[in-house]
């Protein structure tokens, strides 16, 4: 019998889902489909994206200096973002085949698709790829941790955390030592969800 705590993870799950669905829900809104993980919009709405793409001598000229001044920091970051990425990857590409921890796939969280966007101009597209990489990796990377975490050690925490990642509802109640010891090798090994 499921948990008020299982039975609310899943609520929260199917919510997810719900969100995910009604935000695709733009596709037909704003005249663009998806063909082979490939934007198309009709020409029309090309036509009239074009009509809003700030020039990029423009997009300089009106930008705040405090903007131009912090961008050297924020694009820092990309340094340790790609060594995060190829050593997160690198990890679970040995790792998980040896647990029989299903793999994450990159390209589910990372996405790039902004550059499709005609009214961007070369400066956003960049800018618009490096948040994209980014956010995508850091969701991908807590994917990764949440799959180590279950087979390493699927325990909830005691005190409240911000927020949760997939796997956390597989987990066992804090402080539940009968449960650990009884039921630790097959909690390990519940990806079933994800096949």
């Given at each position: ?66 903007h131009i ?33 299903p793999k ?17 101009n070369i ?73």
């Amino acid at each position: 019998m499921a948990t008020q705590l299982e039975i609310l993870l899943d609520k929260i799950k199917i919510l997810e889902n719900e969100l995910v669905d009604e935000l695709q829900k733009q596709e037909e809104e704003f005249s663009f489909e998806i063909r082979k993980r490939k934007v198309h919009f009709e020409e029309n709405t090309i036509i009239k994206h074009k009509e809003y793409t700030k020039r990029l001598f423009n997009y300089i000229k009106d930008a705040p200096i405090k903007h131009i001044l912090s961008t050297p920091f924020i694009w820092a970051c990309i340094i340790p973002v790609v060594f995060l990425d190829i050593t997160v990857s690198v990890c679970q590409w040995v790792c998980f085949p040896l647990y029989g921890i299903p793999k994450v796939k990159r390209q589910d969280y990372i996405v790039f698709d902004r550059q499709y966007l005609n009214y961007l101009n070369i400066v956003e597209k960049i800018n618009c790829a490096y948040c994209s990489y980014v956010n995508g990796l850091i969701a991908y990377v807590q994917e990764i941790a949440g799959r180590t975490e279950q087979f390493w050690c699927p325990i909830k925490h005691a005190r409240r955390i911000k927020t949760l990642h997939s796997r956390y509802q597989k987990f066992m109640n804090y402080g539940d030592a009968k449960t650990y010891r009884a039921e630790i090798g097959t909690v390990r090994h519940n990806f079933k969800d994800l096949e």
